[in-house]
């Protein structure tokens, strides 16, 4: 923990210094003026926490520092799909951790279930937020992936569908049938380099019907501007020039 709050200042100063000296002739970002700050006093008390004090306020000064904030609203419900988009750098997790962080939300993400054998490791990757999958149990991860939230236990599953930090034509829709499989609905998240913003959206609830349901997901993140706006995926170039 102490290892990790030094990183996380350290990132932050050295953050906050590349900004300042690669963007000190540029405007300041065009800020939300539709969505509220958001902050982890606003959580309920059935969102997945990850329960420590000191990383919030660690994040949070991180996320000061290097001139981002996170809007939006998460409602109150145990269990969700989260879609993490666009992605398009390495460096979109340096603002999209420690906004986690600093809401003390816990969102999991899949891992190999034979990295959790090792019994130091293991404390590690559950306290990160490492979910261990079997990709023989029952055939496939997507099964496995249900299974995880048909145990009950609080649980917001972080996937990216894009699949690539490339340009790609289509998303992958593996995380609709797993949301549909384990009847949880979909929280869309945006990270805006336009605004410095890391966005959580209203839900959607899937139908079954993807072909209906998709568009509805890609109409949010109208606007949203990547790191590298040229790997801006299909879906999410046609949902912008439908708007122009």
Excluded: C
Excluded at 29 to 46: A, D, E, F, H, V
């Amino acid at each position: 923990m102490v290892l990790y709050g030094y990183l996380l200042l350290h990132g932050a100063v050295m953050t906050s210094k590349l900004f300042n000296r690669s963007n000190a002739n540029s405007a300041k970002p065009q800020r939300s003026k539709i969505l509220p700050s958001l902050n982890k006093k606003q959580l309920g008390n059935l969102v997945p926490r990850r329960g420590n004090k000191i990383a919030p306020v660690i994040a949070s000064a991180f996320l000061k520092a290097a001139g981002w904030r996170t809007v939006g609203e998460i409602a109150n419900i145990p269990q969700a799909v989260v879609l993490a988009l666009p992605h398009t750098s390495n460096i979109d997790g340096v603002y999209a951790i420690p906004s986690l962080f600093a809401l003390d939300l816990k969102i999991s993400i899949m891992g190999k279930h034979t990295l959790f054998k090792v019994p130091v490791l293991a404390q590690l990757l559950h306290w990160i937020g490492i979910v261990p999958i079997d990709r023989r149990n029952k055939g496939s991860v997507l099964q496995a992936s249900i299974d995880k939230f048909k145990t009950g236990e609080p649980l917001f599953l972080g996937l990216s569908p894009e699949g690539t930090r490339q340009y790609t034509k289509n998303w992958k829709s593996g995380f609709y049938y797993l949301a549909v499989g384990a009847g949880v609905p979909i929280l869309p998240v945006a990270l805006d380099y336009n605004t410095k913003e890391i966005r959580f959206m209203p839900l959607v609830y899937p139908t079954g019907d993807i072909e209906a349901d998709l568009p509805k997901i890609y109409a949010q993140y109208q606007g949203v501007i990547p790191r590298h706006p040229e790997r801006l995926s299909q879906p999410l170039q046609d949902v912008n020039k439908s708007a122009e």
